[in-house]
């Protein structure tokens, strides 16, 4: 199984400022999956990051306000720019799983609680 | 679009009773749908995978049901225990990517 850490596990931010969220897994992994959960909300896939390329990002997300680095098999940066209240959410990062030889599930990381103020 | 709905109340049983959560979905053809666990705090850990050829899916106290017809997912807690108290996410998936869309989860509460 995979282990994910992420940096930071919270933070309250300013209106306008950036934040970059750190994802760590203690393998390798082609896939890492970036994840914003709002509150009382599900989960919804803000983009897939392979290493090697550019991101995927799902409509509705834009690079430009989410940038991602994917600079090795396994490390990932999420930045939120230019952030405004509705930013505030929680920041969770996963990898593909291969739990029980499922490919299909990932692992989460436990998340970056964001608020902005 | 799609859609995927779980029940949005809380559901509250008592010890030893079964769980039973529900997950529906519209203009969707998966081929897969998994059951994760979601404690307050945490991110969502995988518990169960049913692929769409799948009619039921065991393990330990968990049985997962899946009609493709009804587009509906059952998932039980056999003899539930307050531990068994979290959030439960389903999600569905087409596999070749990983790509997974997720329901809005129902919370579980098991009482004393």
């Known amino acids: 199984s995979a282990v994910i850490s992420q940096k930071p596990s919270r933070d309250i931010c300013q209106r306008g400022t950036s934040l970059t969220i750190q994802c760590q897994v203690d393998?390798?992994?082609?896939?890492m999956f970036w994840y914003r959960q709002q509150p009382g909300q599900s989960l919804t896939l803000i983009a897939t990051?392979?290493?090697?390329?550019?991101?995927?990002?799902e409509s509705g997300f834009v690079i430009d306000k989410f940038p991602i680095s994917r600079p090795n098999l396994t490390f990932s940066t999420l930045t939120v720019s230019n952030m405004s209240p509705e930013d505030s959410s929680i920041y969770l990062c996963?990898?593909?799983?291969?739990?029980?030889?499922?490919?299909?599930?990932?692992?989460f990381g436990p998340g970056t609680r964001l608020t902005v103020l | 679009s799609q859609k995927i709905e779980q029940n949005s109340e809380a559901l509250n049983i008592q010890e030893g009773k079964t769980a039973t959560l529900t997950c529906n979905y519209t203009?969707?053809?998966?081929?897969?749908l998994q059951w994760y666990r979601q404690d307050p705090g945490r991110g969502p850990v995988f518990l169960l995978l049913?692929?769409?050829?799948?009619k039921e899916k065991r393990k330990e106290r968990l049985k997962v049901t899946f009609d493709t017809t009804l587009k509906q997912s059952l998932f039980h807690i056999t003899a539930s225990q307050p531990a068994d108290s979290a959030t439960y996410l389903c999600?569905?998936?087409?596999?070749?990517?990983?790509?997974?869309?997720f329901g809005t989860g129902t919370q579980l509460k098991v009482e004393l």
């Open positions: 996963s990898v593909e799983g291969g739990v029980a030889g499922n490919t299909d599930t990932q692992y």
């Open positions: 393998s390798q992994v082609t896939m």
């Open positions: 990051a392979n290493q090697g390329s550019e991101a995927t990002y």
């Open positions: 203009n969707y053809s998966p081929a897969y």
């Open positions: 049913i692929r769409e050829n799948e």
């Open positions: 999600a569905l998936g087409k596999g070749g990517g990983n790509k997974l869309t």
